[in-house]
Protein backbone atom coordinates (compact mmCIF):
# COMPACT_ATOMS: atom_id res chain seq x y z
CA UNK A 1 0.00 0.00 0.00
CA UNK A 2 1.40 3.34 -0.78
CA UNK A 3 -0.61 6.22 0.59
CA UNK A 4 -0.34 9.74 -0.45
CA UNK A 5 -1.15 11.82 2.65
CA UNK A 6 -1.79 16.11 2.31
CA UNK A 7 -0.72 17.19 5.96
CA UNK A 8 -2.29 20.96 7.09
CA UNK A 9 -4.28 22.72 8.88
CA UNK A 10 -7.01 24.56 6.01
CA UNK A 11 -8.19 27.03 8.13
CA UNK A 12 -4.51 28.75 8.43
CA UNK A 13 -3.59 30.29 4.71
CA UNK A 14 -0.61 28.60 3.51
CA UNK A 15 -0.65 25.42 6.38
CA UNK A 16 -3.50 23.86 4.12
CA UNK A 17 -1.63 23.33 1.28
CA UNK A 18 -1.17 19.56 1.76
CA UNK A 19 -4.79 18.59 1.78
CA UNK A 20 -5.53 21.02 -1.08
CA UNK A 21 -2.81 19.41 -3.21
CA UNK A 22 -4.05 15.81 -2.57
CA UNK A 23 -7.56 17.48 -3.38
CA UNK A 24 -6.42 18.54 -6.93
CA UNK A 25 -4.55 15.44 -7.67
CA UNK A 26 -7.53 13.00 -6.81
CA UNK A 27 -9.85 15.53 -9.17
CA UNK A 28 -7.19 15.21 -12.03
CA UNK A 29 -5.96 11.68 -11.10
CA UNK A 30 -8.28 8.12 -10.59
CA UNK A 31 -6.69 6.61 -7.77
CA UNK A 32 -4.87 3.33 -8.97
CA UNK A 33 -5.40 -0.18 -6.72
CA UNK A 34 -3.01 0.04 -4.01
CA UNK A 35 -2.83 3.76 -3.64
CA UNK A 36 -4.61 5.87 -1.11
CA UNK A 37 -5.19 9.94 -1.85
CA UNK A 38 -5.67 10.87 1.92
CA UNK A 39 -6.36 14.30 3.50
CA UNK A 40 -4.77 13.76 6.75
CA UNK A 41 -5.69 17.27 8.20
CA UNK A 42 -3.63 18.14 11.23
CA UNK A 43 -3.03 14.63 12.56
CA UNK A 44 0.15 15.78 15.27
CA UNK A 45 1.06 12.47 17.35
CA UNK A 46 -1.95 10.42 15.71
CA UNK A 47 0.14 10.28 12.06
CA UNK A 48 1.60 7.10 13.34
CA UNK A 49 -1.45 4.79 12.33
CA UNK A 50 -1.21 6.49 9.03
CA UNK A 51 1.91 4.65 8.53
CA UNK A 52 1.44 1.16 9.13
CA UNK A 53 0.62 -1.12 7.27
CA UNK A 54 1.92 1.03 4.27
CA UNK A 55 5.01 0.28 1.76
CA UNK A 56 5.53 3.67 0.91
CA UNK A 57 4.71 7.14 1.67
CA UNK A 58 4.27 10.55 -0.13
CA UNK A 59 3.45 13.18 2.28
CA UNK A 60 2.41 16.70 1.00
CA UNK A 61 3.00 19.88 3.49
CA UNK A 62 4.31 22.83 3.47
CA UNK A 63 8.03 23.21 5.09
CA UNK A 64 10.47 25.50 7.00
CA UNK A 65 13.47 25.98 4.43
CA UNK A 66 15.60 28.60 2.94
CA UNK A 67 14.07 29.96 -0.49
CA UNK A 68 11.42 32.11 -1.58
CA UNK A 69 7.95 31.43 -0.80
CA UNK A 70 6.28 28.51 -3.77
CA UNK A 71 10.20 27.01 -3.98
CA UNK A 72 9.29 22.66 -4.08
CA UNK A 73 11.33 20.81 -1.86
CA UNK A 74 11.67 16.71 -2.39
CA UNK A 75 13.31 15.04 1.15
CA UNK A 76 13.61 11.62 1.69
CA UNK A 77 13.88 9.66 5.02
CA UNK A 78 17.32 10.35 5.81
CA UNK A 79 16.83 14.00 4.99
CA UNK A 80 13.93 13.91 7.19
CA UNK A 81 15.67 12.49 10.21
CA UNK A 82 18.87 14.31 9.46
CA UNK A 83 17.86 17.24 12.19
CA UNK A 84 16.59 15.34 15.55
CA UNK A 85 13.08 15.99 16.29
CA UNK A 86 12.56 19.28 18.07
CA UNK A 87 10.45 20.56 20.85
CA UNK A 88 6.52 20.73 19.52
CA UNK A 89 4.90 23.86 19.81
CA UNK A 90 0.77 22.51 19.46
CA UNK A 91 -0.80 19.74 19.47
CA UNK A 92 -1.31 19.90 15.40
CA UNK A 93 2.40 20.18 14.52
CA UNK A 94 3.02 17.92 11.92
CA UNK A 95 5.10 15.14 14.33
CA UNK A 96 6.41 13.73 11.33
CA UNK A 97 9.66 12.62 12.68
CA UNK A 98 8.24 11.79 15.85
CA UNK A 99 5.71 9.40 14.14
CA UNK A 100 8.45 7.85 11.69
CA UNK A 101 10.97 7.05 14.52
CA UNK A 102 7.98 5.48 16.38
CA UNK A 103 7.59 3.27 13.38
CA UNK A 104 10.30 2.05 13.27
CA UNK A 105 11.23 1.19 16.63
CA UNK A 106 7.78 -0.46 16.56
CA UNK A 107 9.54 -2.63 13.54
CA UNK A 108 7.32 -1.72 11.32
CA UNK A 109 5.91 1.28 9.12
CA UNK A 110 7.14 2.33 5.27
CA UNK A 111 10.15 1.25 3.70
CA UNK A 112 9.98 4.11 1.51
CA UNK A 113 9.18 7.91 2.66
CA UNK A 114 8.81 11.05 0.85
CA UNK A 115 8.15 14.29 1.62
CA UNK A 116 6.84 16.69 -0.87
CA UNK A 117 6.90 20.65 0.46
CA UNK A 118 6.41 23.73 -0.32
CA UNK A 119 8.03 27.07 1.62
CA UNK A 120 5.07 28.87 2.70
CA UNK A 121 4.51 32.88 2.14
CA UNK A 122 1.85 33.26 5.11
CA UNK A 123 0.56 31.04 8.09
CA UNK A 124 -2.38 32.93 9.51
CA UNK A 125 -6.22 32.24 9.39
CA UNK A 126 -8.09 32.14 6.68
CA UNK A 127 -8.87 29.55 4.09
CA UNK A 128 -6.88 30.50 1.15
CA UNK A 129 -3.38 29.87 -0.19
CA UNK A 130 -1.47 32.93 -0.99
CA UNK A 131 -0.48 33.09 -4.75
CA UNK A 132 2.89 31.88 -4.79
CA UNK A 133 1.83 28.29 -2.94
CA UNK A 134 -1.61 28.29 -5.30
CA UNK A 135 0.87 28.86 -8.30
CA UNK A 136 3.27 25.85 -6.59
CA UNK A 137 -0.25 23.74 -6.37
CA UNK A 138 1.27 22.59 -9.92
CA UNK A 139 4.71 21.58 -9.46
CA UNK A 140 3.81 19.37 -6.28
CA UNK A 141 1.46 17.61 -8.24
CA UNK A 142 4.04 16.90 -10.97
CA UNK A 143 6.47 15.98 -7.95
CA UNK A 144 4.16 13.56 -6.61
CA UNK A 145 3.54 11.82 -9.71
CA UNK A 146 7.22 11.41 -10.29
CA UNK A 147 7.64 10.02 -6.91
CA UNK A 148 4.88 7.52 -7.62
CA UNK A 149 6.40 6.97 -10.80
CA UNK A 150 9.99 5.93 -9.18
CA UNK A 151 7.71 3.44 -6.99
CA UNK A 152 6.48 1.60 -10.43
CA UNK A 153 3.02 3.30 -10.31
CA UNK A 154 2.37 5.41 -13.04
CA UNK A 155 -1.25 7.93 -12.62
CA UNK A 156 -3.11 8.36 -16.00
CA UNK A 157 -4.85 11.51 -16.26
CA UNK A 158 -8.41 11.74 -15.92
CA UNK A 159 -10.14 12.86 -19.68
CA UNK A 160 -11.97 15.29 -17.42
CA UNK A 161 -11.05 16.63 -14.42
CA UNK A 162 -13.41 16.28 -11.95
CA UNK A 163 -14.25 19.46 -9.58
CA UNK A 164 -11.77 19.05 -6.34
CA UNK A 165 -13.19 18.66 -3.39
CA UNK A 166 -11.66 21.91 -1.32
CA UNK A 167 -14.99 22.42 0.90
CA UNK A 168 -12.98 25.25 2.76
CA UNK A 169 -12.30 27.38 -0.24
CA UNK A 170 -12.34 27.93 -3.87
CA UNK A 171 -11.63 25.16 -5.67
CA UNK A 172 -8.69 26.22 -9.18
CA UNK A 173 -11.06 27.23 -11.69
CA UNK A 174 -8.53 25.57 -14.76
CA UNK A 175 -6.85 22.21 -13.77
CA UNK A 176 -4.30 21.93 -16.17
CA UNK A 177 -1.54 18.77 -16.54
CA UNK A 178 0.73 19.51 -13.73
CA UNK A 179 3.84 18.85 -16.34
CA UNK A 180 2.53 21.91 -18.18
CA UNK A 181 2.85 24.36 -14.92
Not at 29 to 34: A, E, K
Not at 108 to 116: D, I, M
Amino acid sequence: MIRVLGIGNVLMGDDGFGPFVVRVLEALYPCPSGVEFIDAGTPGLDLTPYLFGADAVIFVDTVSARGLPGEIRVYDRDAILQVPPQMRTGGHDPALKEALLTVAAAGGGPSRVTLVGAIPEWVATGVSLSPRLEAAVGPAIHAVVDALSSMGVELERRAHPLAPHIWWAAAPQNLTHPAAN
